[in-house]
């Protein structure tokens, strides 16, 4: 009975530490979905429209405000910041200039023929995370854990890919 329960111990021990992710392997991952869905040609549909742009919003985010030129999220206690300046097109270095921060874990930058994108991630305060994503001139920001960085910026590189291409 002791093996028995010894045995079950290490299993749950071992597939509880397959679920832990580095932070390199969560940024690498991060970073590599914001660059397919940059370059994924799929149209990404609008269903919000704010007072001078239109985005996409995931089902499970509320709009929290919005005015002319930001739009702000939430998902759950999490808040995206979104920017757009409509000065800038879609192949603007604006944001990504000024995104430039000692610090960071990544600073990366993607870019074809119609468009500029790029995401940067920096440890918070906390133990979180802040991602930044963006495209010409549209800039989305958000604090996150670890374990959801892929998703965030999966996320988040669709609005501003939505936005860029209603633009």
């Known amino acids: 009975m002791r093996n028995l329960l010894f045995i079950i ?3 749950v021990v071992l597939s509880g530490c ?3 992710q580095s932070e390199e392997k969560a940024v690498v991952n991060a970073v590599d979905k914001a660059k397919e869905i940059f370059q994924d040609e799929t ?3 609008v269903n919000y429209e704010a007072e001078d742009f239109s ?3 995931p089902k499970r985010f509320d709009i929290n405000s919005a005015d002319e030129h930001n739009v702000i999220l939430q998902d759950g206690d999490q808040k995206y910041i979104v920017f757009y300046n409509e000065l800038e097109d879609s192949r603007s270095k ?3 200039n000024e995104a430039k921060t000692i610090g960071t874990l990544a600073f990366e930058a993607f870019e074809d023929e119609g468009k500029f994108g790029y995401i940067r991630i ?3 305060e906390g133990e979180g995370y802040e991602i930044q994503v963006g495209i010409g001139g549209v800039k989305i920001t958000t ?3 670890k374990g959801n960085m892929e998703k965030d ?3 988040m590189m669709n609005i501003a890919k939505s936005i860029v291409a209603n633009s």
């Open 9 to 11: 111990l290490i299993v």
């Open 143 to 145: 604090l996150t854990k």
């Open 94 to 96: 604006l944001h990504y």
């Open 153 to 155: 910026a999966e996320e």
């Open 18 to 20: 397959s679920n832990f």
């Open 55 to 57: 985005l996409y919003v």
């Open 122 to 124: 920096m440890p918070d």
């Open 43 to 45: 149209p990404v549909n």
